[in-house]
């Protein structure tokens, strides 16, 4: 009863992670194993998951069934007879060969990912990505060549899922919802926005202790290092929200500070970024005119 209930359960998160779109952004409960994603190294990471775990089953087949058939062909029981023999030079040659074959078959498109991953020329768009105790903070540095001005903002855990997380808070984390996807401890005040079919370039570091910045459907994973800048590019084409975690223990509230990025169309994330540059514009703006009509009472006095 209870194996049957598990494939079905195992069989409907299946077929929902194959049918439904969203669920290449988030987690599914009962997930199994890796997704695609929605980038094209992600799924270039995904396809040599499997060529390797196939590779394994492979082996696992070959060696567990010689162990099998060895034990109850030629079991004591049956008169089986040792053999006397010490080595076979041929066989040895080819158990040796056959896995520098299969370690650099697999080497060979994993060192080109890596090689691609770390290759962040040609970016059109950088964002400077900070880890705090327990918080990130996003940093708008250019667009297509052009600095951005003063655009940038600290995200954290939703409040809500803040609120219920307390000790003794009594409150129930199935009621944290977004449209259906139980969203609690995976949400923020403010996401990450990016746009989508361009080229992002991430500079990465961390401002107190080590982090770890890893969005899964992206399969971008890097350390948040205090002093050290690590980089990585992303280009994602679909539009959605896409939500990662902090990957290093970083203190009593590492669980607490998830990633979400909203990918929009590009023209919308065009609007977006002016709207913010504007905003940041009037608020040095009125910060400048504070600070002036201040600055007479202190000459004054000063003067007296």
Request: positive net charge.
């Given at each position: 009863?209870?194996?049957?209930?598990?494939?079905?359960?195992?069989?409907?998160?299946?077929?929902?992670?194959?049918?439904?779109?969203?669920?290449?952004?988030?987690?599914?409960?009962?997930?199994?194993?890796?997704?695609p994603?929605?980038?094209?190294?992600?799924?270039?990471?995904?396809?040599?998951?499997m060529?390797?775990?196939?590779?394994?089953?492979?082996?696992?087949?070959?060696v567990?069934?010689?162990?099998?058939?060895a034990m109850?062909?030629?079991?004591?029981?049956?008169?089986a007879?040792?053999a006397?023999?010490?080595?076979?030079?041929?066989?040895?040659?080819?158990?040796?060969?056959?896995?520098?074959?299969?370690?650099?078959?697999?080497?060979?498109?994993?060192?080109?990912?890596?090689?691609?991953?770390?290759?962040?020329?040609?970016?059109?768009?950088?964002?400077?990505?900070?880890?705090?105790?327990?918080?990130?903070?996003?940093?708008?540095?250019?667009?297509?060549?052009?600095t951005?001005?003063?655009?940038?903002?600290?995200?954290?855990l939703?409040?809500?899922?803040?609120?219920?997380?307390?000790?003794?808070?009594?409150?129930?984390?199935?009621?944290?919802?977004?449209?259906?996807?139980?969203?609690?401890?995976l949400?923020?005040?403010?996401?990450?926005?990016?746009?989508?079919?361009?080229?992002?370039?991430?500079?990465v570091?961390?401002?107190?202790?080590?982090h770890?910045?890893w969005?899964?459907?992206?399969?971008?994973?890097?350390?948040?290092?205090?002093?050290?800048?690590?980089?990585?590019?992303?280009?994602?084409?679909?539009?959605?929200?896409?939500?990662?975690?902090?990957?290093?223990?970083?203190g009593?509230?590492?669980?607490?500070?998830?990633?979400?990025?909203?990918?929009?169309?590009?023209?919308?994330?065009?609007?977006?970024?002016?709207?913010?540059?504007a905003?940041?514009?009037?608020?040095?703006?009125?910060?400048?005119?504070?600070?002036?009509?201040?600055?007479?009472?202190?000459?004054?006095?000063?003067?007296?």
């Amino acid at each position: 009863m209870r194996i049957s209930k598990f494939l079905r359960r195992t069989s409907a998160a299946i077929l929902a992670l194959a049918s439904s779109a969203s669920a290449l952004a988030n987690p599914v409960p009962w997930q199994m194993n890796l997704t695609p994603g929605v980038t094209s190294e992600s799924r270039e990471i995904y396809a040599l998951h499997m060529a390797a775990f196939w590779v394994c089953v492979g082996i696992g087949v070959v060696v567990f069934g010689a162990m099998i058939i060895a034990m109850f062909r030629f079991r004591k029981s049956r008169g089986a007879v040792p053999a006397n023999w010490s080595h076979n030079t041929k066989l040895e040659f080819l158990w040796t060969l056959v896995p520098v074959l299969i370690l650099i078959a697999l080497a060979t498109p994993a060192t080109r990912i890596l090689m691609d991953e770390y290759d962040t020329t040609g970016s059109d768009m950088t964002i400077k990505v900070t880890g705090y105790q327990w918080k990130w903070r996003y940093d708008y540095v250019d667009y297509f060549g052009k600095t951005v001005s003063k655009v940038g903002y600290m995200s954290k855990l939703a409040a809500d899922s803040n609120r219920i997380r307390q000790t003794g808070s009594g409150l129930d984390p199935e009621s944290v919802s977004d449209h259906g996807f139980k969203d609690y401890l995976l949400n923020v005040d403010k996401p990450l926005v990016i746009p989508a079919g361009v080229r992002v370039r991430f500079v990465v570091t961390g401002g107190d202790v080590i982090h770890g910045f890893w969005i899964p459907p992206f399969g971008i994973k890097k350390d948040a290092i205090p002093g050290i800048v690590n980089d990585v590019w992303v280009k994602v084409d679909q539009p959605g929200i896409y939500r990662g975690q902090c990957h290093v223990l970083c203190g009593q509230d590492h669980g607490f500070m998830p990633i979400v990025v909203n990918v929009v169309p590009k023209a919308q994330f065009e609007s977006w970024l002016a709207a913010q540059e504007a905003q940041a514009n009037m608020d040095k703006a009125a910060r400048t005119a504070q600070a002036g009509s201040v600055a007479p009472t202190g000459n004054t006095l000063a003067q007296h």
